[in-house]
């Protein structure tokens, strides 16, 4: 009996660990995603302060991000 491997792409979260995306509360964001079990890198800034906190899924920027914003962009990519 064989067993196939299946290849699961897994996006890339990089959440802005800029001042302002960290001031307003980029660095919770990312540790309560990672929580969730979701692998999150620290971004670099893209000088989208005014719409801070600012999270890249797969290069897709989620101005004024969320959990529930980044967990709705995570669900469309797997449609």
């Excluded at 079990?37 to 600012?54: E, I, N, W, Y």
Aim: proline residues 4%; aromatic residues 2%.
């Amino acid at each position: 009996m064989s067993s196939a491997s299946t290849t699961v792409n897994t996006p890339t979260i990089e959440v802005c660990h800029g001042p302002q995306c960290s001031d307003s509360g980029g660095r919770a964001l990312a540790a309560e995603l990672e929580e969730m079990g979701l692998k999150v890198c620290a971004g670099d800034c893209r000088s989208q302060c005014a719409h801070a906190p600012l999270v890249l899924v797969d290069n897709y920027m989620i101005s004024k991000a969320t959990t529930d914003k980044v967990v709705e962009r995570l669900k469309t990519l797997q449609a």
